[in-house]
């Protein structure tokens, strides 16, 4: 039998390495069965449903194994679909956590889904491909939902894998664009660290689907697998899979010691909880190739991390940041709107925070993230919510994509089956704002001293001025407007902003000057090679002494604002920087 692997479509627009595809492939060749993956990394990125179609096909498949995150769950089902109309006797599998979690509904619902592998199937999945239609022996696999002539049989999960360890090492050599990993830190080569996370956020499907289970890989196992693939594929950076990697602090300094005693010349970055750091263990992490981390921040509310159950603490939080950005290691951060007992003041105090953060030294704008709540399913808060759930066509990112009228189609009759595109109501913002906040913000945080003016002055009552019943209809109308869009983006939001203040009473106020400083900071900075025209505008505050003293951190003007008076400033780029100087 030949079986072909389909991973995410998504990664036909983001590089990806399936990890999870690669250990099912691994299991099945290394038992005597012929597996192909298909590389969505070197297909087109307009690649359809039915050109992937074909391409599967064109491989002669027996079976055919798909795996999808949210997101992409409605356009797998229609794959498969296609698939299995082209050819009915080919035998369609599906797993991965969307499946798992669905598994006893999306087999009533797709006639074309033969059998559905739950959970971790590392030590199953060759008994499955090897008994496809024996239903006496499938009957005794566990963590299997398939087709037994007209009856759907759900077996007994599956125990967790609890040595990792003795796990076959991933054939990475069968995803054919492996060695374009690993050579930079936006592609770093995955390695898998360990799985489970021991918190109860209630927005997420891993307290269902792993049990809240922390199991790691020993460092000694990690680093070995670590130095085989630096060796073969010449990789320098790689991307520590976990769920929550820094849970254990000793098994991360243990991690550590054995990179510094092997000598390893690598660049690695992870997955951590905020709180789970100090400056003895970020000074290790530095000294020993970390290259970045990556926290579920989720709320800036204290209130509201009690209610999600994530129980972040925010003491000693921005000091944490600070020092690993001083110690070299970047960080992102990721922010959730929408949960359904969210206030607009809990969602003021996250704001606030990614404005916070923003501040810090060395901060990117890319390493701050802000997205609409998902309703995952296996999570308790779509038990607790989900019989409130609407739909509106506006998708949280987790499952933003570009679906087609049959998908939509599909999503729309099927409620239970697809929540992830629909949102929990909330009471605290109007939700024509809230779907609009990724794009107003993700493009506001460009504006650095800005943001520094609407966080400290309290007479701007921001962000609650834009929470509070404000609609910000012109930002646009489309759906998904969460992206950023460029120069056009960040002009659209400054605009926007100067607009309600003056509605608000405030034309007189330096903020206008503060927008305009940064977005003609922008405009000069995004000039092509060359000679650029210098850029001169007229600003009516001195905004070149305030800027020049948030800079060195006098902050203390912020209290004191200069007297108006007319003044020009000129904003040259030469080579990659921008500088401005006071003309009159």
């Not at 690669?22 to 690649?47: M, Q, Y």
């Not at 909330?426 to 003016?453: A, D, E, K, Q, W």
Request: aromatic residues 8%; charged residues 25%; contains cysteine.
């Amino acid at each position: 039998m030949k079986i072909v692997l389909v991973p995410n479509p998504n990664g036909i627009r983001t590089k990806h390495v399936p990890l999870g595809l690669l250990s099912v492939g691994t299991a099945l060749k290394r038992n005597g069965i012929e597996v192909e993956i298909v590389d969505l990394n070197s297909l087109p990125r307009d690649t359809s449903p039915e050109d992937l179609c074909s391409n599967i096909l064109s491989r002669n498949p027996q079976c055919v194994g798909f795996s999808a995150m949210a997101s992409q769950f409605p356009r797998v089902l229609r794959i498969a679909g296609l698939v299995k109309n082209a050819g009915p006797d080919i035998k369609i599998i599906l797993g991965g956590p969307e499946a798992t979690m669905k598994a006893e509904a999306v087999l009533p619902a797709f006639p074309e889904v033969d059998l559905i592998v739950r959970g971790e199937c590392e030590h199953t999945v060759v008994d499955v491909v090897k008994n496809l239609g024996n239903g006496p022996v499938l009957g005794s696999i566990p963590g299997i939902t398939y087709r037994n002539g007209s009856r759907i049989v759900h077996n007994p999960d599956t125990p967790l894998i609890t040595d990792l360890d003795a796990l076959e090492s991933r054939d990475y050599g069968l995803l054919p664009s492996i060695e374009s990993f690993g050579q930079t830190r936006a592609y770093p080569l995955p390695v898998e660290v360990g799985r489970g996370c021991p918190y109860g956020c209630v927005f997420c499907s891993l307290t269902s689907l792993l049990r809240r289970k922390f199991r790691v890989r020993s460092p000694e196992h990690i680093i070995a697998e670590t130095k085989e693939l630096q060796s073969r594929y010449n990789a320098k950076y790689f991307n520590f899979l976990h769920d929550n990697m820094t849970v254990s602090r000793q098994w991360i300094l243990d991690l550590c010691d054995v990179i510094e005693r092997e000598n390893m010349d690598i660049r690695w970055d992870g997955p951590s909880r905020a709180d789970s750091l100090d400056a003895d263990l970020i000074k290790r992490l530095a000294e020993t190739g970390c290259s970045g981390l990556y926290f579920g921040i989720e709320t800036g509310s204290q209130r509201m991390q009690k209610v999600i159950r994530k129980n972040l603490k925010f003491d000693g939080l921005i000091d944490n940041i600070r020092r690993l950005t001083s110690s070299g290691i970047p960080f992102a951060a990721s922010f959730i709107a929408g949960f359904p007992e969210e206030t607009a003041e809990d969602l003021s105090d996250t704001i606030r925070l990614m404005m916070q953060l923003r501040f810090i030294s060395g901060v990117k704008m890319s390493d701050i993230q802000f997205g609409l709540l998902c309703p995952l399913m296996g999570s308790p808060l779509l038990e607790t919510h989900g019989s409130h759930l609407r739909y509106d066509g506006e998708f949280a990112e987790m499952a933003s994509t570009d679906l087609s009228e049959e998908e939509e189609r599909m999503i729309m009759s099927l409620p239970g089956l697809f929540p992830e595109f629909y949102y929990y109501p909330t009471n605290g913002t109007p939700r024509s704002t809230l779907v609009r906040l990724p794009f107003l913000l993700l493009n506001l945080l460009y504006l650095r001293h800005s943001i520094f003016m609407l966080f400290h002055d309290e007479s701007l009552n921001f962000p609650l001025c834009v929470l509070r019943g404000v609609q910000p209809a012109h930002l646009g109308s489309e759906k998904r407007i969460v992206r950023h869009e460029g120069m056009s983006a960040i002009v659209k939001v400054s605009e926007f902003l100067s607009e309600l203040f003056k509605k608000n009473g405030l034309a007189d106020h330096p903020i206008h000057d503060t927008l305009a400083y940064d977005v003609t900071l922008l405009k000069a900075d995004s000039a092509g090679k060359g000679a650029p025209t210098p850029l001169k505008i007229d600003f009516t505050y001195d905004v070149q002494s305030w800027v020049e003293a948030v800079r060195s951190g006098n902050f203390s003007t912020m209290e004191r604002l200069p007297e108006k008076r007319a003044n020009t400033v000129l904003f040259l780029k030469t080579g990659e920087r921008v500088s401005t100087m006071r003309v009159a």
